[in-house]
Nanobody
Framework: QVQLVQSGGGSVQAGGSLRLSCTAF?????????MGWFRQAPGKKREGVAT???????RYADSVKGRFTISKDNANYTVYLQMNSLKHEDTAMYYC???????????????????????WGEGTLVTISP
């Protein structure tokens, strides 16, 4: 049974930083996959934030480029999201997800990637005060 266990998050003031972690358990294709972070603000649909392909390619939503960094520790089956210069509008529930490699590399938009992900974490709340 695959589990994506998330940690990190919390509340900070605007301009601050947070790091999210997501560790995969029972995962069979970790070396050939696409992992990503998505978020959902109250009343809004879930949107893509960043993805990390197993060949090292990354993608970011325009709204987080230059502020967020996605990385992966293959030895510990963990993907991270370092979030700097946080804004109030970054407030949301953040979810990690995993799917097949091509999701990250087919050039489709992040909404398409979101729909194709096979596994999801439980979500962690990030709250940024103005």
């Amino acid at each position: 049974q695959v589990q994506l266990v998330q940690s990190g998050g919390g509340s900070v003031q605007a301009g601050g930083s947070l790091r999210l972690s997501c560790t995969a358990f029972g995962y069979t294709y970790y070396s050939d996959d696409c992992m990503g972070w998505f978020r959902q603000a109250p009343g809004k649909k879930r949107e893509g934030v960043a993805t990390f392909a197993s060949d090292g390619r990354t993608r970011y939503a325009d709204s987080v480029k230059g502020r967020f960094t996605i990385s992966k520790d293959n030895a510990n089956y963990t993907v991270y999201l370092q979030m700097n210069s946080l804004k109030h509008e970054d407030t949301a529930m953040y979810y990690c997800a995993a799917g097949i490699f091509s999701l990250c590399t087919d050039g489709q938009d992040l909404d398409w990637v979101r729909a194709g992900m096979d596994y999801w974490g439980e979500g962690t709340l990030v709250t940024i005060s103005p």
